[in-house]
């Protein structure tokens, strides 16, 4: 059980299921914009108009992933160098300062699609931590209600499915281990920690012991579908929800 952990990585799957949509907000955007600035385009610094192309690759990023905020990007580098540099209608560029415009757009346009996935991850973040916190307030109330021992333990199984999205998940009460171990700090023993970008969990169980002051009431045994994810957070939250079973057993 005291197995090095190994780890292992393979690129993170680009695929996004908003993707195309990520997409074609930010080519029909930069279209959006081009329109809206052509008619001024003799009165205003090219400068000035670039800035706006970075607002649909902004969006595009937000909804569709890093994927549709370079595409975005390059799109509206492209869209601003045919309509708004000399000569226009042509990918050619013959002054130099629409030179470093068109550079400056585009590398600020690479940096607002990075600024919207990241603003994508922490939205997504703030919602799955809420709804760990829920898993863990249910468990919570049914113990400060005396609810029975058996409701308490699948109540903990269901929110351990729903939580790691397993296929199934048993409450056995023997202790005997064999598994690989689910610890406290979410560390993964016993067996290859394999890293897709996240945690893969191993689909032939993995052991979450319920045991508190010294006294061991059973385990969880998780079986997690084939290619599983699951963050450190959420294996934490994993542990938590078995130790606030067994605190509850321990007191009654």
């Known amino acids: 059980m005291n197995a090095r952990t190994t780890l292992q990585h393979r690129p993170p799957d680009l695929g996004d299921p908003n993707l195309a949509f990520g997409v074609l907000i930010g080519v029909a955007g930069s279209g959006a914009v081009a329109l809206l600035m052509l008619p001024f385009r003799d009165e205003f610094a090219n400068?000035?108009?670039?800035?706006g192309f970075v607002i649909p690759v902004l969006i595009a990023a937000i909804v569709g992933g890093r994927v549709a905020?370079?595409?975005s990007a390059v799109v509206a580098a492209l869209t601003f160098n045919f309509l708004f540099t000399q000569?226009?209608?042509?990918?050619?560029i013959n002054d130099?300062?629409?030179?470093?415009?068109?550079?400056?757009?585009?590398?600020?346009?690479?940096?607002?699609?990075?600024?919207?996935?990241?603003?994508?991850?922490?939205?997504?973040?703030?919602?799955?931590?809420q709804s760990e916190l829920e898993r863990l307030r249910?468990?919570?109330?049914?113990?400060?209600?005396?609810?029975p021992t058996a409701e308490?333990?699948?109540?903990?199984?269901?929110?351990?499915?729903?939580?790691?999205?397993l296929e199934r998940c048993d409450y056995e009460s023997d202790a005997h281990g064999g598994l690989p171990l689910l610890t406290r700090?979410?560390?993964?023993?016993?067996?290859?920690?394999?890293?897709?970008g996240?945690?893969?969990?191993?689909?032939g169980g993995v052991e979450v012991p319920v045991r508190a002051r010294g006294r061991d009431f059973g385990r969880f045994v998780l079986y997690a579908r084939p290619e599983t994810q699951a963050s450190l957070e959420q294996r934490v939250v994993a542990v938590a929800l078995a130790d606030e079973l067994s605190l509850t057993l321990s007191a009654s």
């Open 87 to 92: 000569p226009y209608l042509s990918l050619r």
């Open 152 to 165: 308490l333990i699948d109540t903990a199984r269901d929110e351990l499915v729903g939580l790691l999205h």
């Open 185 to 196: 700090r979410g560390a993964l023993e016993g067996t290859p920690l394999v890293v897709w």
């Open 198 to 203: 996240e945690a893969v969990l191993p689909t």
């Open 47 to 51: 400068a000035d108009f670039a800035l």
């Open 138 to 147: 249910r468990i919570l109330d049914l113990a400060v209600n005396d609810a």
């Open 69 to 71: 905020g370079v595409v």
């Open 96 to 129: 130099r300062d629409d030179i470093v415009t068109f550079v400056v757009l585009f590398l600020v346009a690479l940096i607002a699609a990075e600024a919207g996935v990241r603003s994508r991850r922490g939205q997504h973040a703030a919602r799955r931590s």
